[in-house]
């Protein structure tokens, strides 16, 4: 399997709609914990968001992950911004 350096991988994730990058997001490791504190399965985080939590204080509240450390945070706000992408297309 070929190499790809960053930037090239970059440019190849520019190309994906918000659409098509959250459905990848949902079909790599879905059971994965996202937040390993508190062991919160990423599909649990992205089915959150898919009912309306915007913030990671929502989040927070609907699973009880990214608690304190907010170790995951910076995903879980990743996550948000893919997803609210797809509701501004
Ligand atoms: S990994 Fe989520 S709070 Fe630490």
Same mark, same amino acid.
């Given at each position: 399997? %070929? +190499?790809?350096? #960053?930037h090239?991988?970059?440019?190849?994730?520019?190309?994906?709609? %918000?659409?098509?990058?959250?459905?990848?997001?949902?079909?790599? @490791? %879905?059971? +994965?914990?996202?937040? &390993?504190? =508190?062991?919160v %399965?990423?599909?649990?985080?992205?089915? @959150?968001i898919? @009912? #309306?939590?915007? &913030? $990671?204080?929502?989040? &927070? @509240?609907? &699973? =009880? #992950?990214?608690?304190?450390?907010?170790?995951?945070? +910076?995903? $879980?706000?990743?996550? !948000?911004? !893919?997803?609210?992408?797809?509701?501004?297309?």
């Open positions: 399997m %070929p +190499r790809f350096s #960053g090239f991988c970059y440019a190849l994730r520019m190309k994906l709609t %918000p659409k098509e990058q959250w459905q990848k997001e949902r079909d790599k @490791a %879905p059971s +994965r914990n996202l937040c &390993t504190c =508190y062991d %399965p990423k599909e649990t985080m992205m089915d @959150a898919e @009912a #309306g939590a915007d &913030t $990671v204080e929502k989040i &927070t @509240a609907k &699973t =009880y #992950g990214c608690q304190d450390a907010q170790c995951c945070k +910076r995903q $879980v706000e990743r996550l !948000i911004d !893919i997803y609210q992408s797809i509701e501004k297309c």
